[in-house]
DNA sequence: ATCCCGAGGG
DNA sequence: CCCTCTGGAT
């Protein structure tokens, strides 16, 4: 089996979710990070609806700070582990006005030191808002990316070094869209879908789970 | 049962 | 490293 180069694997997986394209359009830094900040255990669907709701009350950090806790709480309710998470918005918020004057920090530092706002969500508003050199990585990003090769699963900071190393800068902010999708949609962690999966050539995973024997998988 | 774009705390 | 936090969808 010859090496399948990664320009080849993005390109397939731009062809199979040509939604992940749409996925970094007319955003602000602000709605990026809060929308972020939701992502955790929701689906993006969710996270979509439950960003404009929150949003038309509150389009700024002034402004959803003022609504409050509680009011923070009832708009996203839709969205696991809101308890959390309206903390930590109403806190970021706070933070964003006493520290920034409203706006959000482009440094992973300031980033990190938001409430809610870990290494990832730091690396995707670093990539995806500012154009700085970062790849979020994720379960989806990890766990594909292990599966394809491509990166030694070790632990996600190693996988951000090693995509980082593979792929071309252009495509950081937006290889993170490809892997979140197919992710979800074929190359799930209990139940990989590799029979519809395009990128049997080139996975690992795959491969890997051919019994030699007989050639069936198991 | 398992999954959904994690972070913070012990 | 482990645990907890959310609830709806499949």
Redesign the pocket.
């Known amino acids: 089996m010859e090496e399948v180069e990664i320009v080849e694997i993005l390109a397939v997986l731009d062809r199979l979710y040509p939604q992940a394209a749409c996925?970094l359009t007319h955003r602000n830094p602000f709605e990026l990070l809060i929308a972020?900040?939701l992502?955790?255990?929701?689906?993006?669907l969710?996270?979509n609806q439950v960003t404009r709701e929150l949003f038309a009350e509150g389009a700024d950090p002034q402004a959803m700070a003022d609504l409050g806790l509680e009011r923070i709480r009832q708009l996203i309710?839709?969205?696991?582990?809101?308890?959390?998470k309206a903390a930590?918005i109403l806190a970021t918020c706070q933070k964003l006005l006493a520290l920034y004057g409203g706006r959000v920090p482009d440094t992973r530092e300031a980033l990190?030191a938001?409430?809610?706002?870990?290494?990832?969500?730091?690396n995707?508003i670093l990539s995806n808002a500012f154009g700085q050199p970062a790849i979020?990585v994720?379960?989806?990003v990890f766990r594909v990316a292990h599966r394809l090769g491509l990166s030694g699963g070790v632990?996600p900071r190693r996988t951000e070094e090693d995509l980082m190393a593979l792929i071309p800068r252009e495509r950081w902010s937006h290889s993170h869209?490809l892997f979140?999708?197919h992710?979800?949609n074929l190359c799930?962690?209990?139940?990989p879908q590799c029979g519809q999966c395009p990128l049997q050539a080139a996975c690992k995973y795959y491969q890997g789970s051919l019994d030699l024997e007989t050639g069936n998988h198991r």
């Open positions: 996925a972020t900040i992502s955790a255990q929701c689906t993006d969710r996270v309710r839709g969205c696991g582990l809101f308890n959390n930590n990190e938001l409430p809610g706002v870990g290494r990832k969500t730091a995707v979020a994720d379960t989806h632990n869209h979140i999708f992710g979800r799930q962690a209990r139940r």
